[in-house]
């Protein structure tokens, strides 16, 4: 499946990122969906995931903050996080998988789809 994240840009401290990760399936609800993210000279992280069941995991930096939920088009799936911090500056990276469980939703090598990653800076 092929993935295309989109919504990035320059967002003040403060205000709130949406982003929308479209896959080229007509339904992604066969797939666990998760959100990474890399800062700057950083490694790449887990933020969230929305599992085949729906069900929502969030890593602890977001937690609060953040929502996850499949957008009205059944192939996209939504990335919500308020009130930004320039902690929050990174590239935002989409990814799905077919074999994902509670054991290993956060963890890279579950996720065989990956989309190219949308920017998001937050200037305080």
């Known amino acids: 499946v092929q993935l295309q994240a989109s919504g990035g840009g320059l967002v003040q401290a403060g205000g709130s990122l949406r982003l929308s990760c479209a896959a080229s399936?007509?339904?992604?609800?066969?797939?666990?969906v998760a959100w990474f993210r890399q800062a700057p000279g950083m490694e790449r992280k887990f933020v969230g995931a929305i599992n085949r069941s729906g069900g929502i995991s969030y890593a602890d930096s977001v937690k609060g903050r953040a929502t996850i939920s499949r957008g009205d088009a059944r192939n996209t799936v939504i990335l919500q996080i308020n009130s930004l911090s320039a902690d929050d500056t990174a590239v935002y990276y989409c990814a799905a998988g077919s074999s994902v469980i509670m054991s290993n939703v956060a963890s890279q090598a579950a996720y065989g789809s990956w989309g190219q990653g949308t920017l998001v800076t937050v200037s305080s």
């Open positions: 399936l007509r339904t992604i609800s066969g797939y666990a």
